[in-house]
């Protein structure tokens, strides 16, 4: 099944071109498969799975050309990235940074994912050159417009924030763009009402658990709507965005999404962390294979607890296993050398085929367009 699947997959990577050449596409397909074996990035481990022909020196010497002499296309992964997602309704966009130490080297990542209700996958990301900084707003502004070309302005829904991605010029931007945002404001942004008075808000005079709402107020120069909560200790939780006031606390709770893809491509996941790359354009290529075996995961556990059994759920409610992590343990069974159950390896061939059509599809609506 190993094999099989690796060359479906080659065959998907010969029509989104994400590198040009055969020999690299194959690559990329016993990489994803590797990285699933052997859940760590370190160039060492995947060598352990990516060619059962081949010596694992050799194996290890292919890897670290490919990272050293090929270029990937990003908008061609964005392509292959947005084909997994529901062909219908609009869709979530959340932003975050996340950040660690190699040595002396510091690695600092913007994230953008992608997705609908629970299913979120990795849209755009960029490693940024600041020690830790936060991203700027050319920074935000570029991604955006790599996401929006991605997936069309029309299906974005909304746009999360934490409270790092604030700013007069990227609020702006947002707002004149005609793209819905919802994002957390540090406290000591003062926000203005309609007739004029200026306030902080902790001066609002609320007691912990207490809710302010503000229907129009200018916050950093730009008009929208505020939802501010006080919270124990002195803080807030103080939403500023376009969106309706009254489900600001509601729809913030989804940027929750981009926590957990985080802790899969990470700790829970393929140990993300643990690369030994200083480079950032390696390591931004490491993170699109990262995210686009992720992704598949997704998919596949999603498939897998619509069409064959559900995850099961704890008592208290919550699932027994993401998703991914559902996802995840199928397709490391399927390369097992041992038979593979049919249900499964159906399943897989499932979604590969529905791929090919989405695929068909999207370039027959270009080409109508």
Known sequence: MKTSFSAKLTALLRQVPVVRHLARQK??????????????????????????????????????????????DYQQLAHLLVLLLPATGKLRLCLDRTEWDFGRCQVNILLVTVGQGDFHVPLYWELLDNRSGNSAAADRITALQACVQAVGKHRIGLVLGDREFVGHAWLK?????GICFLVRLPKHHQLTRVDGRRRAVAELGLAPGQVRRFGQCLVDGVWGQAWVQALAGGDFLYLFGTVDVAYMGQLYRKRWTIEQVFQNLKGRGFALEASHLRCRHKLRKLV???????????????????????????????????????????????????????PLTRLVDALIRWLHWQLIRSQMTKIVG
Do not use: M
């Open 27 to 72: 690559f990329v397909s016993q990489f994803v498969l590797a990285l699933l074996q052997s859940r760590s990035v370190q160039f060492g481990e995947v060598a352990q799975h990516l060619n059962d022909a081949a010596k694992v020196a050799s194996n290890e010497t292919r890897i670290q050309d490919f990272f050293r002499e090929v270029a990937l």
């Open 173 to 177: 931007w947002l707002k004149d763009n």
């Open 288 to 342: 699109a294979l990262v995210s686009l075996t992720y992704a598949l995961c997704q998919s596949v556990g999603t498939v897998a607890s619509k069409k064959i059994k559900p995850v099961a759920r704890k008592n208290h409610g919550y699932r027994a296993t993401s998703f991914s992590r559902h996802g995840l343990n199928i397709l490391r069974q399927l390369c097992r050398p041992a038979q593979s159950p049919e």
